[in-house]
C-alpha cells in the first residue's frame, strides 16, 4: 500500500466513521448525561447486556476493518463518496448483504450504547441506519447502477440491501 493510498482511506476513515461512531457518542453522552444516565449496575439484565455489547462492538470492528480492506484491495477505493471504488465489490461479506460496512457502524454503536445503557447512542444509530437508507434508495444505489452498469443491477437483483442472504452470492 502506497503513503497515498494509506492518507486517501485514512483520511476517509477519520471524517466518517470516526465522527459517526466515536465524536458524536461521546458528545452525546456528555451532552445528555443528566438524563442520559446509563445501566444500574445492579440490574440482572446488566451482565447480558455487556456481553452482547462486547460481541457487537468485536464484530462490528472486524466487520469494519475487512469491509475497508476489500475496499482498498478489490474495489481500489475508500468508503468515502469523493474517492469511491473503481471497481465492484462483491466477495466476502458483499455477497451476504449489500452494505455490510453500515451494519458494522450500526453494530458499533448498538454495542455502545449496550456497554453505557444509553438510549441517546441507541437512538443515534436508528439515525445513522436510517439516514443511510434513504442516502443508498436515493443517491449510492443509483450512481452504482450508473457506474458498474449490468453486474451491479444483477448483483443488487440477488444480494439484499439490509438483511443477509444464507448462503453466498457468487455471480450466478
Known sequence: MTMLTLLRHTISILLLPVIVVLVVPWWLL???????????????????????AAACLVIGLILF????????????GTL??????????????????????????VLLLIG????????????????VLFVNHIYFVFSEE????????????LYKA???RWLPRTKPWRGE
Do not use: H
Request: charged content about 15%.
Open 142 to 153: 443509483p450512481a452504482l447502477e450508473k457506474r458498474f452498469g449490468e453486474p451491479y443491477r
Open 80 to 105: 468515502a463518496p469523493w474517492d469511491p471504488t473503481r471497481n465492484l465489490v462483491a466477495v466476502g461479506p458483499y455477497q451476504y448483504v449489500r452494505n455490510p460496512m453500515i451494519t458494522a457502524v
Open 65 to 76: 476493518v475487512w469491509c475497508v480492506s476489500l475496499f482498498a484491495r478489490v474495489g481500489q
Open 158 to 160: 440477488n444480494v439484499p
Open 112 to 127: 455502545q450504547a449496550l456497554l453505557w445503557g444509553s438510549w441517546t447512542i441507541g437512538l443515534w444509530a436508528a439515525i
Open 30 to 52: 456528555d451532552t445528555f448525561f443528566a438524563i442520559d444516565t446509563g445501566w444500574d449496575p445492579s440490574l440482572p439484565f446488566v451482565g447480558p447486556a455487556w456481553l452482547l
